[in-house]
């Protein structure tokens, strides 16, 4: 071996008839080339699939060929012609007749921007096992895998229409446990992680054009911000939003007015309040030069909110959000009002004197009841009315929202009475579709601990084709962990396993094509 990384690969004579070699030194192949009088030194492997290129074809005009999956490279050029990764290339010299290779990496700083490159380059396609490679590329040249989430955040975020979606939820989540299984040196299952953050993203914003945000810059104010999003003016919000930056607000200074922001309604289906918290925790791990990219989606997302105390089912919500405390005095008793319709469980709600975080562990674990007696059949019908159509996510975003709205009203507590109220409508919600007689004893889970340890290493290899499946596994499980912490010994405990243990077993329905065709059958039928 020689200066400066150079390394004897062979010899010229050796070259002309083969026209290629293949040398190896510490666990690398590398395949030399010649065509003509020039040669050309590259990974013997295949990046896609780790075939030899060595039994590839070589055309006249330097492109190389994998014959396994036809993938071609110019050695010129270094492209890859038809496939998805980049060949690794090094450089050659000759030196009397003797062909020496450079082995030395290249600079890291290079190489962790073409994986990132590279690795956005996967998402048109979603090509799921390539964005693996390429963050294991990046990681490889000292690449830090949360900095990854924040670029892809950073260059896709103006691809969501209306702003923020479970995959900047889920994120915070899969980091979280990114950074524990790094810190057991778990190399393979911190990357399963930091790959699936990664690819929602890309589910999410596949093929989809710019939605540009306002540049547009006004002086923050917090009542005109909530006035803003409750007219839903983005221009307006967004400005607000800029001028907040422009000031130096940090995540945490305006996470208290975003809150209040998220519970003036009951808003779509308990999203707003959870993105609230979840976007400080993602900023938390992708660090301040994601900020602009999270909160202008988060804000957009509160703007386009759904506004579902606006709908006959829940109407009574303002009513009793008004006269919070003000309607005698009524205990919460959870097995009173446990599968009892909406308006009777906001009653007894604003009207109860227990203390509210009382309330909440009450409210708690009759949704943890409600997951726990889905009547799973229900979602399997084929006859039902779309107003009907019910399956597992309608329960676990009781939990998943009940989790953040702790976590949201303990930092600001005027807000608990907001929080409760959409805790109550969604235990009322869903009533009709529990099966209350349900024989809980087969999903009884015995062993806590490892029936949780079992469902992490579940998540590692999940094998969910929707990101927004295996997500909302993912974020159910760490809401009901936060809450069994917060919570030690509460009551739901055994149930909220049981639920769990049940939701794993028994699969989310995704494509109901009988029951689509009826329904669009009927529903046109009428038009």
């Known amino acids: 071996m020689t200066g400066g990384g150079w390394i004897e690969a062979g010899h010229t004579a050796e070259m002309e008839k083969a ?11 590398i395949l030399i080339l010649k065509r003509g009088e020039r040669y050309f030194a590259v990974n013997n492997r295949c990046p896609h699939q780790g075939y030899p290129l060595s039994e590839g074809t070589l055309s006249e005009d330097c492109t190389l060929t994998c014959n396994w999956h036809n993938w071609k490279f110019d050695l010129d050029s270094g492209d890859t012609v038809v496939g998805g ?49 390429e963050l294991a590329r990046f990681k490889a040249a000292g690449g830090n895998y949360a900095q990854a989430v924040g670029e892809m955040i950073r260059r896709c975020y103006v691809n969501f229409e209306y702003g923020m979606t479970h995959a900047f939820a889920a994120a915070a989540d899969w980091l979280t446990l990114t ?14 992680t930091v790959l699936e953050a990664v690819s929602h993203f890309a589910w999410d914003s596949q093929r989809y054009g710019e939605f540009a945000y306002t540049d547009k810059i006004i002086s ?38 975003l809150a209040r922001a998220a519970l003036a309604h009951y808003n779509d ?53 008004e006269n919070w405390r003000n309607t005698g005095d009524q205990r919460v008793d959870m097995d009173s009002l446990w599968g009892k319709p909406v308006n009777k469980i906001l009653a007894a709600v604003s009207s109860s004197d227990l203390p509210e975080v009382e309330l909440f562990k009450r409210l708690f674990e009759i949704l943890v009841r409600n997951m726990l007696h889905f009547d799973t059949a229900l979602a399997a019908r084929t006859d039902n009315k779309i107003t009907d159509n019910v399956d597992w996510l309608d329960f676990t975003h009781g939990i998943t929202f009940s989790n953040a709205v702790r976590q949201l009203c303990e930092e600001t507590p005027d807000l608990w009475p907001q929080g ?16 209350q007689n349900l024989d809980i004893e087969p999903w009884k889970v015995f062993d806590g601990e490892i029936f949780l340890e079992d469902t992490h290493n579940f998540l590692l290899n999940h094998g969910v084709p929707e990101p927004i499946v295996s997500c909302h596994i993912l974020k159910t499980l760490m809401a009901l962990e936060a ?39 009927a529903f046109t039928a009428r038009e």
Request: glycine share 8%.
């Open 220 to 257: 923050f104010d917090e009542q005109d911000f909530l006035e803003a999003v409750e007219v839903e003016d983005e221009e307006v919000a967004i400005a607000l939003i800029n001028g907040a930056l422009e000031q130096g607000s940090t995540y945490a200074e305006l996470r208290p007015v």
């Open 179 to 192: 950074e524990r299984y790094e810190a057991e040196g778990r190399d393979d299952a911190a990357l399963v």
């Open 483 to 521: 809450e069994m912490g917060a919570f030690p010994g509460a009551a739901w405990r055994e149930e909220g396993l049981g639920a769990f243990n049940r939701f794993l077993a028994i699969p989310v329905r995704r494509r109901h094509s009988l029951r689509a065709a009826r329904q669009s059958l």
């Open 19 to 29: 026209r290629r070699l293949v040398f190896r030194h510490e666990g690398k192949q």
């Open 420 to 435: 409760l109220l959409q805790m109550a409508c969604f235990a009322g919600r869903n009533v009709s579709y529990l099966d």
């Open 85 to 133: 990764d980049k060949l690794r290339s090094y450089p050659v010299k000759l030196a009397a007749g003797s062909i020496f290779v450079n082995l030395a990496e290249p600079d890291r700083g290079k190489s962790q921007a073409e994986a990132l490159d590279n690795l956005h380059a996967c998402f048109h396609r979603y090509e799921y096992d390539r964005m693996g490679r």
């Open 269 to 321: 289906f308990g999203h707003s309040v959870i993105y609230v918290v979840k976007a400080g925790q993602l900023l938390e791990q992708v660090g301040g030069n994601c900020r602009e990219a999270v909160l202008k989606s988060l804000v957009r997302s509160l703007v386009y909110a759904r506004r579902e105390d606006l709908v006959p089912e829940f109407r009574a919500y303002a009513g009793n959000l």
